[in-house]
């Protein structure tokens, strides 16, 4: 449906360009925003890669053992179906400590590794996702950010006079979002199993 969308806009700005004269300017605007997305992806590059050398670090030296010792509390009220020495859970731990760092792109690999390992533990209909990987999902796009690194990063590039004022109020919203989709897991979930 989005690719409908995204297709249906493209088609009308083309249109609307066209009907007034001006297609140049598509095919100008398209050039020049390629160009400013080579740049910001390759200036964003040496920010990705500190981060998961870090992470690659930490997981080498054993702190994501001793962080997923020291969530296992709130980690196993969260996914309750998971073993608490599973390999799923140190992906999932690593997920979440990649979006609190605000590294979205990062934290994909270990995304996926979760959702693999959730879906060895399934033991229903393999089309069907298990409540772990549902409350995953609603916490990876969820996660409460504490340093939105990556938005730090381009409004750096960009020349923000204050690249780091956002951090407040990302912090709230990524709080508030999170405490959304928690909330609304727990419901669904139970609307779902009452419903049966």
């Not at 910001?40 to 040496?46: E, K, S």
């Not at 599973?86 to 760092?101: K, T």
């Not at 994909?108 to 393999?126: H, V, W």
Request: with cysteine; hydrophobic share 55%.
């Amino acid at each position: 449906m989005v690719n409908y969308i995204w297709l249906g806009m493209i088609v009308i700005g083309v249109l609307v360009a066209a009907i007034n004269g001006h297609v140049e300017v598509v095919t100008k605007a398209a050039l020049e925003g390629a160009q400013v997305a080579v740049q910001t992806a390759i200036d964003l590059i040496a920010i990705i890669t500190l981060w998961l050398g870090i992470m690659k670090l930490a997981e080498a030296a054993g702190l994501v053992r001793a962080l997923a010792r020291m969530v296992q509390p709130i980690t196993r009220f969260l996914f309750p179906s998971v073993p608490k020495d599973h390999p799923a859970m140190g992906a999932i731990v690593m997920n979440l400590s990649a979006n609190i760092l605000g590294l979205g792109n990062a934290s994909t690999p270990m995304g996926l590794i979760a959702m693999q390992e959730l879906q060895k533990l399934n033991r229903g209909d393999p089309k069907e996702a298990t409540d772990a990987m549902c409350t995953f999902l609603a916490l990876n796009t969820s996660c409460i950010t504490l340093i939105p690194t990556t938005i730090i990063g381009i409004r750096l590039i960009y020349g923000s006079a204050d690249p780091t004022e956002i951090v407040g109020t990302t912090i709230f919203a990524t709080a508030a979002g999170m405490t959304v989709a928690v909330c609304m897991d727990r419901l669904l979930r139970y609307l779902y199993y009452r419903g049966r």
